[in-house]
């Protein structure tokens, strides 16, 4: 059902393989320590000479070109910090609760800025974006298919990608190297949607199966969830959970959506909008959920009532395809099939009082995709909306937020996106990943924000 590859943790010190180290005699000379020192000393290494030019697979401890020869003690001291360097994340799954603490404590001390969005202390220039493209993400494990889903974890280290060839892939990206950390292979379902629940704790995958998998990491279980009493979906292929409460909601075909606990794996509620449900997105509290359909009206509901509060209609809106809040919960973007992305404030929604669709005015409408708007993600901090569409190649626009204005110097016509699947911020804004039809995860550097 699944396959972990542990043997796929192989990010060596030197490559795939191990050559044999200069050493200086065949005998092991040493001195037992104290508790707590090193095990062993090799009198040796005072008088050892290792030449780092020598092999190719030592040249990466030169710090310059140019040198040669280092001392046997200095030759050492640089192993460690390789060692340090490459494995400094492969307690990953024992650290990535940790996150949870940091991420309240980071978002409670952002700003609010004067037009009500999440601002970080230094704001970001509207106009131009520095930006740099690095190592593809997946370049030392990629995909073989359509990368359907890409997402950072909380703690920022890892990132999680998964699509139609069977296997979600986690990766250590660092912005050079980005190992590839494990596989994961479901054998029944090829991946459409995945998405990190519990503070980054697991990880749910579903396809257009009549069931879906939860992935622990702390223990590397892989629970298969089967038929839900009372369900009549035969595909749970289009989700959203919430970051900050117990539920995920299934998007059905018929307008109906149903409530999961997370924690029991059991219906706990069900929601009825009219026409087809084609989009959602959960606000900051985890207790309102906004969908979005074919009929182009957004809903409002209430988690804990199970009740529709509001609805108004999505100006110009001919069929709902995507939807994301701000990590304020002060700005509600909806994307539609015919490549607009509509932008309203909280606040007005809440103000609303029409019975039945309300019709509030957006705060902007941005008309720089052509066709469905198929992703739209917001930064950590809130001031970078993207927004992408499958449908065209390199059909990707970021928008600074403060502004509402698209940043006019990336992408450009010789980025080589092709055709986009997924996005994906890094917690902290530093890193943008983009999965490609082509199995690739291009990521790129954002230099505003810090790693």
């Known amino acids: 059902m699944c396959e972990w590859q542990a043997a796929e943790l192989e990010v060596a010190l030197f490559g795939s393989g191990l050559e044999e180290l200069p050493h200086a005699g065949n005998e092991l000379q040493g001195k037992r320590q104290k508790k707590g020192d090193a095990k062993w000393v090799d ?44 494995y400094s994340n492969s307690g990953w799954a024992e650290k990535l609760i940790d996150s949870k603490a940091k991420g309240v404590a980071e978002a409670d001390s952002a700003l609010l800025d004067a037009r009500g969005f999440l601002a970080s202390s230094k704001k970001l220039p509207a106009g131009i974006l520095e930006i740099t493209k690095l190592r593809d993400a997946n370049q030392s494990h990629p995909s073989q298919s359509v990368v359907n889903s890409v997402e950072f974890h909380p703690n920022g280290q890892l990132l999680m990608t998964a699509g139609l060839d069977r296997r979600a892939r986690f990766f250590s990206v660092d912005g050079v190297k980005n190992p590839h950390i494990q596989t994961v292979l479901f054998e029944d379902m090829p991946v459409h949607q995945s998405c990190f629940i519990e503070h980054g704790s697991k990880v749910v995958f579903s396809g257009r199966r009549s069931f879906f998998y939860f992935l622990d990491l702390e223990s590397s279980r892989l629970e298969k969830v089967g038929k839900i009493f009372g369900q009549k979906e ?52 985890g207790n309102t959920l906004y969908s979005c359909g074919s009929d182009g009206i957004v809903y409002v509901w209430d988690i804990r009532m199970q009740r529709c509060v509001k609805q108004f209609v999505d100006e110009g809106n001919l069929g ?24 309203y404030k909280g606040e007005d929604v809440a103000n609303s009082t029409a019975v ?90 954002l230099h505003h924000f810090p790693c």
């Open 356 to 445: 039945g669709a309300a019709v509030v005015a957006p705060v902007k409408s941005l008309p720089h995709l052509t066709t469905t708007v198929d992703n739209l993600v917001f930064s950590g901090d809130g001031q970078i909306l993207a927004m992408s569409s499958r449908m065209k190649k390199e059909s990707l626009r970021l928008i600074h937020m403060p502004s509402m204005t698209a940043f006019s110097n990336w992408p450009t016509s010789k980025s080589p996106l092709h055709y986009l699947h997924s996005l994906a911020f890094s917690p902290t804004g530093g890193y943008l990943a983009v999965g490609n039809a082509k199995g690739r995860i291009l990521l790129y550097r």
């Open 234 to 285: 035969k595909s749970y292929e289009s989700f959203v959970a919430s970051n900050s409460s117990d539920t995920m909601a299934l998007l059905g075909q018929d307008g109906s959506i149903t409530l999961l606990s997370l924690r029991s794996r059991q219906k706990i509620g069900s929601l009825k909008m009219n026409g087809a449900v084609r989009s959602g997105a959960f606000g900051s509290d």
């Open 43 to 86: 009198d040796d290494d005072d008088t050892l000479n290792v030449d780092v030019a020598s092999k190719r697979r030592l040249r990466k401890l030169r710090r310059t070109v140019e040198e040669g020869d280092v001392s046997g003690k200095d030759f050492e001291g640089r192993l460690r910090e390789q060692h340090a360097k490459l």
């Open 320 to 343: 709902g395809s995507s939807m994301a809040v701000s990590p304020s919960g002060q700005i509600i973007a909806s994307g539609s099939r015919n490549g607009i992305v509509n932008l």
